[in-house]
C-alpha cells in the first residue's frame, strides 16, 4: 500500500452482501477480505439472504467470520435489527453494503450508530429502467452515504440515470483481481481430458450460465464461424439457470461435439490457459472478473460493447468489441483472430499490460482502504 495511508488504527469493517457464493462481486468481497487482511483493517462478511454460499464457506476455512441472517418476503424490519444487532456488537467503523438491497438495509441499520456507510454498485440489471420509488429514497439514502461506488463509469451513469444518485456523490472503482500465472502444461492436460486436439483453435468463456450473458448468441456466433473453421472448439465453464437450454441449443446447431459444458469449476485457471480466445455475449456487463483473469494470462478476448466492456477492452489493441447481440459480429472477430496469430499474440500482451497498469488487486485495494479511512 502506499504511504498516505494511515495505518495506526486498524479499522473494523462488516461487509453486507446477499449471500456470498460464485460470481463477480462475491470475488470482489473475497479480495478486499483476504487483500488487506495484513494492512491494518480488519473484516467480517454478513449474508443475508440466508445462507453463505461457496466462496464463503472458503473464507470462514481461512478464518474470516461469515455470518447469516435471513431475508422475509417483503419489506423486512428484523433484518435492519438484525445487521444493526451485528454492528454493535463488532464495534464497526464502516458497513460496507454491495448491490442495491444490503444497501438499502445496511443504511437503515446504521441509523444511530457510529459506522459510516459505504455502497458499491456491481452492476444493472437488463433491461435497465426507472422505479418511482428510487426518485424519493435514493437521493436521501446518498446524502447520508459517506461513499458511493460504481465499477465503472457506465455503471456510474446509470445510477445517475436510474437510481437518482448526484454524478458528484459517485466515484469509480474499477474491480481488480490477483493475476493468474500460466502453467502451459496444465492447459494442455485440460484439452487432452476434454479430448480437444492439440493444434485446434479454442474459444470460450467461464462465466454464470444465464440469460443476461446471452451465451445463445455466442453459440450462434461459433456455429457461423465454425462452418469455415471445423477444427475449433467452444469451452464453456461454469453452471446456471440457463445451462439445459444451451446444451440443447448446440444440439440443435449440430455443436455438440466441438461444444464442451464443463460445469461448475472451482479454480478454473488452467481452462483458462487453455483457451485461445476469451469470449463474453452479455447484454450488459459491470466489470468482469474472468475477463481481467484471462487478461492477466495475456489472452485477447472478443466482447460485446456494453456496459463497462469498452472501458477495460481497448477495441483492437487487447481485444475485439462488437456489436450487442450480434452473432455475425461476434463470428467475424473469431475469425480475425483465427486468421491472424501474430495479432492475436500482440492483443495478448497487451491486454496483460493493461491489466497490470490499471486492473490488479493492488489499485483497488488501495482505493478501498483509502476510502475506509475517510480519505
Partial sequence: MRGDVNVDKPIRVLHVTLNMGIGGTEQVVRQLVMGMESEG?????????????????????????????????????????????????GRFDVVHCHQYTP?????????????????????????????????????????????????????????????????????????GTAALKRNDIEAQKVRDNLGIPKDAFVVGTVSRLDPVKNQSMMLRAFKEFSEKYPDSYLLMVGDGPDKEKLISLANE????????????????????????????SSHTEGTSMTLLEAMSLEIPSVATHVGGNPEIIENGTTGILTE????????????????????????GSAAQQRFMERFSAKVMLHDYEAIYRGH
Avoid at 78 to 87: E, M, P, Q, V
Avoid at 136 to 153: D, R
Wanted: aromatic share 10%; proline share 5%; with cysteine.
Fill in 103 to 175: 444497501w438499502l438495509y445496511g443504511w437503515l441499520a446504521a441509523l444511530g450508530t457510529p459506522a459510516r456507510v459505504v455502497f458499491t454498485e456491481h452492476g444493472r440489471l437488463y433491461p435497465d429502467r426507472y422505479r418511482y420509488k428510487a426518485m424519493l429514497v435514493n437521493p436521501v439514502m446518498a446524502m447520508f452515504t459517506t461513499t458511493i461506488v460504481s465499477i465503472s463509469s457506465a455503471t456510474k451513469e446509470a445510477l445517475v440515470r436510474f437510481e437518482f444518485i448526484p454524478r458528484k456523490k459517485i466515484r469509480v472503482i474499477y474491480n
Fill in 324 to 347: 450487442p447481440d450480434s452473432s455475425k459480429s461476434f463470428a467475424e472477430a473469431l475469425e480475425k483472430l483465427c486468421q491472424d496469430g501474430p495479432t492475436r499474440k500482440s492483443m
Fill in 253 to 280: 446447431l449440430g455443436l455438440s461435439e466441438r461444444t464442451i459444458f464443463t460445469g461448475f469449476i472451482n479454480n478454473p485457471i488452467h481452462y483458462l490457459s487453455a483457451m485461445d480466445v476469451f469470449l463474453l
Fill in 41 to 89: 483493517v480488519e473484516f467480517e462478511i454478513l449474508c443475508i439472504d440466508g445462507h453463505i454460499g461457496a466462496i464463503g464457506e472458503g473464507l470462514q476455512q481461512a478464518g474470516i467470520p461469515v455470518h447469516k441472517l435471513k431475508r422475509m418476503q417483503g419489506f423486512d424490519w428484523s433484518l435492519i435489527a438484525g445487521i444493526r444487532k451485528r454492528l454493535r456488537a
